[in-house]
């Protein structure tokens, strides 16, 4: 009888993480203010960045919400069902798009997993990530 050898499943944070270059690239990192808790923590699983950027209907940032936001929202008590608007980080860093340097510094550091790239209007115009 020939032994099985168990193969280790392969994490997630082992998972190669593109970076993304285009809008339609892009598009799994926002989510839209009036959306909900559930739709943001889908996409933050699905981008495998911990973190989401939160979107007015005009296109404009107004908010961030991590992982680790929506995880304490979920403790504290809030549903599914919450709108992100009200659990969303707004007191976030964002660049212009000439300022990449320093968005990879402030990724290097590792605390900040994604950082919205945003014209003089706000409106979201790139995504920069930690890998």
Known sequence: MKKLEHQPKPSRSRVPRPKPK???SFAKFVVL????????????DNN?????II???????????SDGDAR????????????VHR????????IGP??????RALLAQGHIFVIPVVDL?????????ST
């Open 48 to 52: 495998l960045h911990r973190s989401v």
């Open 98 to 103: 000439h300022e990449i340097a320093k968005a």
């Open 121 to 129: 209007h706000g409106k979201l115009v790139g995504v920069q990530t």
């Open 22 to 24: 285009t809008a339609a």
């Open 87 to 94: 659990i969303m980080n707004s007191d976030y860093i964002a």
């Open 33 to 44: 203010e009036t959306e909900t808790l559930q739709t943001a923590l889908l996409a933050i």
């Open 72 to 83: 304490k929202s979920l403790l504290d008590g809030r549903l599914l069902s919450t709108p």
């Open 55 to 65: 979107l007015n209907a005009d296109n404009v940032v107004v908010g961030v919400l």
